[in-house]
C-alpha cells in the first residue's frame, strides 16, 4: 500500500461517562458513525461543556475535526490528549492520529516524530511503521523540491544581475556613441562660426591691396624726395 494509512483510532465506548455528557457523545458517535462530522462536532463540544476534562469527548471531537480536514485544529486536541496521557496503549493511539493529522497539513518532519512516538509505545503498529516510511519519503521529497526552488531563485538573481550590467553596458556604449557623434557636429559649428564669407574675404583682399600700393606710393614719394636734396660739392 502507498498511501497513507488515515483511520482515526475512535472511543467509541460510553461507559464510565458522567450521565450529562453521555447523551452528546452517543449522539457524537452516531453522526460520527454516519460521516456527518461537524454534526458530531457539535455534540463532542456539547460533552464538553458538561466536562471539560472527558478524555473520549475531547480525542473525538479530535476526530471529528480531523474528518473536516481541520488538521491543525485536530493535532492540537491529540497533543494535548497525548500530554496528560499515561497508557501506553492510548499514547500509541494519540500518537497514530497526531502523526496523521500533522502529514495531512504538510508537516511531514513534525509527523514523523509522532509516529516514531507511537511505535516506541507500540513497537508492532505495522499502520505506524508504513505511515512512518511514508512520511519520511514525503520529507526528502519537500527538502529535494526547497532545493531545487532556492537554486532557481539563486539563478533568477544571477540572470537579473546579468542583465542589469548587460543594461548598463549598452547605455555606457549609447552614452559614448552619443558624445562621439556630437564631437564632430561641434567642430563643425566652431568652423562655422570661424568660417569667412567670400564676401569678407574679397574685401580683405582688397584692403591688402590698397595698403600695399599705399605703401608703395609713399616709398615712390620718399626716393623723389631724396633725389631733390642738393649734393654738396667738393670744392
Known amino acids: ?11 467509541a465506548s460510553v461507559e464510565g461517562y458522567s450521565q450529562a455528557e453521555r447523551k452528546f ?9 454516519d460521516k456527518k462530522y461537524q454534526e458530531s462536532e457539535i455534540q463532542y463540544r456539547k460533552a464538553l461543556e458538561k466536562d471539560p ?5 475531547d480525542y473525538n471531537l479530535g476526530n471529528a475535526l480531523y474528518r473536516q480536514q481541520q488538521y491543525d485544529a485536530a493535532a492540537s486536541r491529540y497533543t494535548t490528549l497525548a500530554e496528560n496521557e499515561k497508557s501506553n496503549r492510548e499514547l500509541n493511539r494519540q500518537f497514530y492520529n497526531l502523526g496523521n493529522a500533522l502529514y495531512q497539513a504538510g508537516k ?10 507511537a511505535l516506541r ?3 508492532g503498529d505495522l499502520d505506524a511503521k508504513h505511515n512512518l516510511q511514508l512520511a519520511l519519503r514525503k520529507l526528502q521529497e519537500q527538502d529535494q523540491k526547497n532545493s531545487q526552488d532556492q537554486n532557481q531563485d539563486q539563478k533568477n ?5 546579468q542583465d542589469h550590467q548587460k543594461n548598463d553596458q549598452k547605455q555606457d556604449q549609447k552614452n559614448q556613441q552619443q558624445q562621439e557623434n556630437n ?3 561641434q567642430s563643425q559649428n566652431q568652423n562655422a562660426k570661424g568660417q569667412i564669407s567670400p564676401e569678407d574675404a574679397e574685401r580683405i583682399l582688397q584692403a591688402l591691396e590698397n595698403e600695399e ?21 667738393n670744392w
Open 1 to 11: 500500500m502507498k498511501w497513507i494509512l488515515i483511520g482515526i483510532l475512535t472511543l
Open 25 to 33: 457523545i452517543r449522539r457524537g458517535n452516531r453522526d460520527y458513525g
Open 53 to 57: 476534562k472527558s478524555v473520549p469527548a
Open 108 to 117: 511531514y518532519k513534525e509527523s514523523i516524530e509522532a509516529y516514531k512516538n
Open 121 to 123: 509505545k507500540t513497537p
Open 157 to 161: 538573481r544571477d540572470q537579473q544581475q
Open 183 to 185: 564631437q564632430p557636429q
Open 213 to 233: 600700393k599705399d605703401v608703395l606710393r609713399k616709398v615712390q614719394e620718399q626716393q623723389k624726395q631724396v633725389k631733390k636734396v642738393p649734393v654738396d660739392k
